[in-house]
């Protein structure tokens, strides 16, 4: 597979862009199989839901990526959050699970989301780079989440902006405000998502050279979305 996954259209779901980010939110993993199975399913404890007052036990929901990594969530944060997931939920016999063409780093940020983790606020985004930064708006896009940490991932991606023009780290090019494509991409997303600020900063700080084109194709058309994930 080429390394340069954001320059297809029709790349399924889930495609790294290089090593994924650290995995230092203090979750912990056990093995279904064995210490080197790849079908961990990370421990958390699922939120319980009320009827007429009684305290019941929530139905509990996989979030099970293509690697057979799965998450536990409640059936009832699902059905808040995200009516795409919760459209998706299937029952092997007495247990229910989303499979998603997704590797286990994303499945991880939809989980958090379904969650309402806390993990969601505060330094949360600050291991995460531009580019899976930008893939965790496509996530929330695709699969029509709410109740996410709007404000923490727009702030984190102005600050990664923000070190990309003044040079103060090493960043890929292809995810560069100088990058037509990418501009585009990310200013679809700002301006899906309402993020006033995100969209001041990528109108102040896109090139005027590629100005008249970073916001759609030569043909005047809606650019198209230029990863599509899976919904296999």
């Not at 293509?66 to 007495?94: A, K, M, N, Q, Y």
């Not at 291991?127 to 965790?136: I, N, T």
């Not at 923000?162 to 501009?183: I, K, W, Y």
């Not at 679809?188 to 001041?200: F, R």
Request: negative net charge; glycine residues 6%; contains cysteine.
């Amino acid at each position: 597979m080429p390394a340069d996954t954001w320059g297809s259209d029709n790349i399924p779901g889930g495609v790294v862009y290089g090593s994924p980010p650290p995995e230092s939110h203090g979750h912990s993993s056990i093995s279904s199989n064995s210490p080197n199975s790849s079908n961990d399913v990370e421990m958390h404890t699922p939120s319980t839901s009320h009827d007429s007052d009684e305290e019941v036990e929530a139905v509990v929901v996989m979030l099970v990526g293509r690697d057979g990594f799965g998450i536990p969530c409640s059936e009832s944060d699902i059905r808040e959050r995200s009516t795409v997931l919760f459209g998706r939920i299937t029952w092997h016999g007495e247990q229910a699970s989303v499979d998603l063409p997704l590797p286990k780093n994303e499945v991880r940020i939809l989980a958090d989301t379904i969650n309402a983790s806390p993990l969601l606020k505060g330094d949360y985004w600050q291991p995460y780079r531009l580019e899976d930064l930008v893939r965790a708006l496509e996530l929330y896009e695709f699969y029509d989440c709410h109740g996410w940490d709007f404000r923490g991932i727009e702030t984190t991606i102005l600050d990664r902006l923000q070190d990309t023009m003044e040079g103060s780290c090493v960043h890929d090019p292809r995810f560069d405000l100088n990058n037509a494509r990418f501009a585009r991409r990310l200013r679809a997303l700002a301006d899906y998502h309402d993020m006033a600020w995100l969209l001041l900063a990528i109108d102040k700080t896109v090139p005027a050279h590629i100005n008249s084109t970073a916001y759609g194709d030569e043909d005047g058309e809606r650019p198209r979305k230029w990863r599509k994930i899976s919904s296999k």
